[in-house]
T-cell receptor, first 117, second 116 residues
Framework: AQTVTQSQPEMSVQEAETVTLSCTYD???????LFWYKQPPSRQMILVIR??????QNATENRFSVNFQKAAKSFSLKISDSQLGDAAMYFC??????????????FGKGTKLSVKP | NAGVTQTPKFRILKIGQSMTLQCAQD?????MYWYRQDPGMGLKLIYY???????DKGEVPNGYNVSRSTTEDFPLRLELAAPSQTSVYFC???????????????FGPGTRLTVT
């Protein structure tokens, strides 16, 4: 079974600085997809960034980027120029490839990010 | 588009009571999911559906039932509520065809349920 591990329960960053959230996963599949979701206090789950395992290029969305290391099964999230609005729980999630899974996401336990002004 | 909507937002149940959590989506998505989120944890899959009339169990289905009579609606039924079902419940949907953008799941705002 696939598992997702986020080893940092809490992280803190100064406004305008850069922070990296860690995520590792375990799978025997070769085709899969990885996601980072943000959950602010409102509870709404918001997709931050997505990565296809067959793509070597790391995904980027504005201030958010990932470091995807397939061999190491690592998928870290880097937030640059941190803003107060970035404060939230961040979840790493895994999805198996088409036809190989029921399509659900497998989530890590999350990392709570605080941003200091 | 309203996206994924859930009702109610909050609910308190007594032990042994039953209730239905409503979920609807207006994006014509094939796949729909119910997750629960316990304090300090990630989301765990309760049930999912790949289309109208088709449902299947996820990781933690005990104490719950679902139905999917239409593409839009995917209600979750709690029978004989227990304190262990105190959690936040999220409904989600995705297109279900191939490709990463079809795999993206859209979440509802969640229902906070307390069983006392």
């Amino acid at each position: 079974a696939q598992t997702v591990t986020q080893s940092q329960p809490e992280m803190s960053v100064q406004e305008a600085e850069t922070v990296t959230l860690s995520c590792t996963y375990d799978t025997s599949e070769s085709d899969y997809y990885l996601f980072w979701y943000k959950q602010p206090p409102s509870r709404q789950m918001i997709l931050v960034i997505r990565q296809e395992a067959y793509k070597q290029q790391n995904a980027t969305e504005n201030r958010f980027s990932v470091n995807f290391q397939k061999a190491a099964k690592s998928f870290s999230l880097k937030i640059s120029d941190s803003q107060l609005g970035d404060a939230a729980m961040y979840f790493c999630a895994y999805r198996g490839g088409y036809g190989g899974s029921q399509g659900n996401l497998i989530f890590g336990k999350g990392t709570k990010l605080s941003v200091k002004p | 588009n309203a996206g994924v909507t859930q009702t109610p937002k909050f609910r308190i149940l007594k032990i042994g009571q039953s209730m239905t959590l409503q979920c609807a989506q207006d994006m014509n998505h094939n796949y729909m999911y119910w997750y629960r989120q316990d304090p300090g944890m990630g989301l765990k899959l309760i049930y999912y559906s790949v289309g109208a009339g088709i449902t299947d169990k996820g990781e933690v289905p005990n104490g719950y039932n679902v139905s999917r009579s239409t593409t839009e609606d995917f209600p979750l039924r709690l029978e004989l509520a227990a304190p262990s079902q105190t959690s936040v419940y999220f409904c989600a949907s995705s297109r279900g065809d191939e490709g990463i953008f079809s795999y993206e799941q859209y979440f509802g705002p969640g229902t906070r349920l307390t069983v006392t």
